[in-house]
Each structure stands twice: as C-alpha cells, then as structure tokens.
C-alpha cells in the first residue's frame, strides 16, 4: 500500500529559524549516521522515515560516508526517497556532507575543491536528488586552505546542487573564519553542526555556540545523547546488543561507565521523572534549551524510538535553574 504522510504531521512538531536565516527546521532532525546501512533492516528504514515525517521532522540529516559501508545511508535514503516520498520532496530539508574519508587515494577525503564537489556529485548521484538542501563541511582540514574549502561550498550553491552551505565540527574561531569567507562570496551560510550533550559541552568552551549567537547562525546539535549514554539504557548495566556491547565504537568502552557516571545518570534520571520524561527525553530537553541550538539530530534504531524522542517537545521548556543543576550534577 502506498504512503500516505499523516494529515496532522504538523500539528505537534516545533520549527525554528537556523540563526537569522529564513530557513525553517524541526526542532528534532532525525540523522541517518547509524541504522540506515547496508547491514541495516530495509523495511525498519522505512518505518522509521515514515515516523519522522509523520511526526513532523522535515530535516534528515546524511554525510557521504555514512553506512556502513560509507555512500549506503544516501543510497538507502535515495531509494525510499524516490519509492514513497518524492510527492513531499519539498517539504523536506535533506542535508550531506563531505571531508571525511570516503574512497580511496588523495581526493577522497578533506575540504579540496576537488574532493568536496566529486563527493557532493557522488551524493547526489546515490540519492537521485538535483540539489542538496543544506551542504556541509564536514571537518576542519588542516592540510587545505580554507579559502578553498569555503569556495567549494559557494560553488555547489551557485551551480544550485545546494541550497545553503553549513559546517561541522568547526570550533568558534574558525567558524568565524569561515563564516566571513561565505558572506564574502555571497554564500547563504545558515548553520553550524556540532556535537552538544549533557556529556560534552565542548561547544560551550571553544567559542562555537558564542559565534553562532553573535552571527546570527543555527546550531544543529549531533549526539544530544552521547551515543546512548544519556538514553538510560545503561542505568543497570550493559545491556546485549548495545553500542559498548558490540564494541564497534572507539568512544563506547565498558570504562566509560564509571561509578560516578552511572550515579550522575541516576541523578539526572530522577530529575527527568519528576518532570515526566525519560533520561533520554530530558537530555534532549536540555540541549534544546540552549538558546543558540535550532535543532537536534537523533538517531532511532526503530519508529517507536524515534517517536519517545520527539516526545521530549511536549513537556515544558528547562528553566535556566533546571538546565544549570542538571549540568552541575556532571560538572
């Protein structure tokens, strides 16, 4: 049976401009960095696409190397895409990225001219798409002059296989580099991906969220639950089939669940209930209270995930006492 997207999708689902852009985004994205691989369930895929859209997520976050194997995630998107949601292509906001290692040899990966605009074809080739919403840098490249990986994004923008350009992993101080080469060239650059979580504030120390609320650009938070630390699924140990269970991930060790992490979660936990959410609710809460951020990327293993997720925008908004003490009890 054909897909039909949900009448009401819009009704509880809350948007924000990215910074001072006329750019719309749900305030909960949903990103494709795990579960959308080759390894990956199809039809849980398109559940959970379905899911996102019919709770109102228009922004689906991808990168070039996401998988595994790397270029699977798009061409999983493209596929679903194109076989049940083409009819809304514009209502959705689809994002990529490049600089990370993709294939082999020495344009493969970095911020070159050369390796941005054959990975943003690349792209576009694995999603069937004309044109990215949002394209990205995905990392700081020592080894390239940032002139030329900010021309890359104003030439993918002017040539219209991008709409706006974004950067990742970029602390403040080169983000403002960055930033005043884009609006040099006449290049709608709108927002700043970062990792932020109740675990790591590292955006609160190097001068990225203090860029974006100074220039007027969004923050799209990635790993709002730090990799599943903040979910609660590790309140009463490893659970089977976990991240840290499988192993695969260099930041998700068994060591990382110290006693005094686990009884920082219980705390926050307990603070979560009292207000009626999960741990994993309120942690996104909590990042979504920041003012700076627009927007949180989740990933969601399933529908039903994905659902408990956006559900954190029903309770009230963290108070700035709420948001400190939570943040204390990991200080």
Same mark, same amino acid.
């Given at each position: 049976?054909?897909?039909?997207?949900?009448?009401?999708?819009?009704?509880?689902?809350?948007?924000?401009?990215?910074?001072?852009?006329?750019?719309?985004?749900?305030?909960?994205?949903?990103?494709?960095?795990?579960?959308?691989?080759?390894?990956?369930?199809?039809?849980?895929?398109?559940?959970?696409?379905?899911?996102?859209?019919?709770?109102?997520?228009?922004?689906?976050?991808?990168?070039?190397?996401?998988?595994?194997?790397?270029?699977?995630?798009?061409?999983?998107?493209?596929?679903?895409?194109?076989?049940?949601?083409?009819?809304?292509?514009?209502?959705?906001?689809?994002?990529?990225?490049?600089?990370?290692?993709?294939?082999?040899?020495?344009?493969?990966?970095?911020?070159?001219?050369?390796?941005?605009?054959?990975?943003?074809?690349?792209?576009?080739?694995?999603?069937?798409?004309?044109?990215?919403?949002?394209?990205?840098?995905? #990392?700081?490249?020592?080894?390239?002059?940032?002139? =030329?990986?900010? @021309?890359? +994004? %104003?030439? $993918?923008?002017?040539? &219209? /296989?991008?709409?706006?350009?974004?950067?990742?992993?970029?602390?403040?101080?080169?983000?403002?580099?960055?930033?005043?080469?884009?609006?040099?060239?006449?290049?709608?650059?709108?927002?700043?991906?970062? #990792?932020?979580?109740?675990?790591?504030?590292?955006? =609160?120390?190097? @001068?990225? +969220? %203090?860029? $974006?609320?100074?220039? &007027? /650009?969004?923050?799209?938070?990635?790993?709002?639950?730090?990799?599943?630390?903040?979910?609660?699924?590790?309140?009463?140990?490893?659970?089977?089939?976990?991240?840290?269970?499988?192993?695969?991930?260099? #930041?998700?060790?068994?060591?990382?669940?110290?006693?005094?992490?686990?009884?920082? +979660?219980?705390?926050?936990?307990?603070?979560?209930?009292?207000?009626?959410?999960?741990?994993?609710?309120?942690?996104?809460?909590?990042?979504?209270?920041?003012?700076?951020?627009?927007?949180?990327?989740?990933?969601?293993?399933?529908?039903?995930?994905? #659902?408990?997720?956006?559900?954190?925008?029903?309770?009230?908004?963290?108070?700035?006492?709420?948001?400190?003490?939570?943040?204390?009890?990991?200080?």
């Amino acid at each position: 049976m054909a897909y039909q997207a949900d009448q009401a999708r819009y009704r509880n689902m809350q948007y924000a401009a990215s910074g001072q852009s006329g750019l719309a985004l749900s305030r909960v994205a949903l990103g494709l960095w795990h579960n959308f691989g080759s390894q990956d369930p199809f039809d849980t895929m398109r559940e959970t696409l379905f899911a996102a859209f019919d709770c109102g997520i228009t922004y689906f976050d991808l990168a070039n190397n996401y998988g595994p194997v790397p270029g699977s995630a798009e061409e999983n998107f493209g596929r679903i895409l194109h076989g049940d949601l083409s009819a809304y292509r514009d209502e959705l906001v689809i994002a990529t990225k490049a600089g990370y290692r993709m294939w082999p040899g020495p344009y493969g990966t970095g911020g070159s001219r050369k390796a941005m605009l054959a990975s943003l074809d690349q792209s576009l080739t694995r999603m069937k798409l004309d044109y990215v919403d949002i394209f990205y840098s995905h #990392r700081m490249d020592p080894d390239t002059p940032l002139e =030329e990986t900010m @021309g890359a +994004l %104003a030439q $993918a923008v002017r040539q &219209g /296989k991008a709409l706006y350009a974004g950067i990742s992993n970029y602390d403040g101080e080169t983000a403002k580099r960055a930033g005043a080469l884009l609006t040099a060239a006449g290049c709608p650059f709108v927002v700043c991906q970062n #990792r932020y979580s109740l675990l790591d504030c590292t955006v =609160e120390q190097n @001068g990225l +969220l %203090a860029y $974006a609320r100074e220039s &007027g /650009k969004g923050v799209a938070a990635f790993s709002p639950l730090a990799q599943g630390l903040l979910s609660g699924r590790y309140l009463h140990g490893i659970p089977q089939g976990s991240r840290i269970a499988r192993g695969n991930s260099v #930041r998700m060790k068994p060591e990382v669940l110290t006693p005094a992490l686990l009884q920082a +979660l219980e705390k926050l936990s307990k603070m979560a209930a009292d207000r009626g959410q999960t741990l994993a609710q309120f942690a996104l809460s909590w990042v979504l209270s920041a003012p700076e951020v627009t927007s949180v990327l989740v990933g969601a293993s399933c529908a039903a995930q994905l #659902r408990e997720n956006v559900a954190c925008l029903t309770a009230a908004p963290l108070s700035k006492e709420e948001r400190q003490a939570a943040a204390s009890i990991l200080a």
